[in-house]
């Protein structure tokens, strides 16, 4: 399974931007997306998820700011992030909650994630 991140790149502060995140390379369908960002000497942190039955959270950091979106059909989610300041700069990440019914019967879960894409707000 691979997750491919795009959209990164440099921003001035004010600006805007939207990372897009599309899931391939496996038959399993994807109940939910979020998207992690790690500052240089940070850990990582949530900024934003999304399911498939319709639940969206937003950190703090970016509530208001930030619009998350998904196509479960099409293994894809977006994040628009808006008003963008200096410590928005970090790379990130997309992951995957993934489930697949296996030969067996049984219903395989995991995790996968992209990875990441830089994001840089600097003048």
């Known amino acids: 399974v691979q997750l491919q991140a795009s959209g990164g790149g440099l921003v001035q502060p004010g600006g805007s931007l939207r990372l897009s995140c599309v899931v391939s390379?496996?038959?399993?369908?994807?109940?939910?997306m979020g998207w992690y960002r790690q500052a240089p000497g940070k850990q990582r942190e949530m900024i934003a998820t999304w399911t498939k039955s319709g639940s969206i959270n937003y950190a703090d950091s970016v509530k208001g700011r930030a619009t998350i979106s998904g196509d479960s059909s099409r293994k894809t989610v977006y994040l628009q992030l808006n008003s963008l300041r200096p410590e928005d700069t970090a790379v990130y990440y997309c992951?995957?909650?993934?489930?697949?019914?296996?030969?067996?019967?049984?219903?395989?879960?995991?995790?996968?994630w992209g990875q990441g894409t830089q994001v840089t707000v600097s003048s």
């Open positions: 992951n995957a909650d993934l489930i697949k019914l296996l030969e067996d019967g049984n219903l395989q879960v995991s995790k996968a």
């Open positions: 390379g496996t038959s399993a369908s994807v109940t939910g």
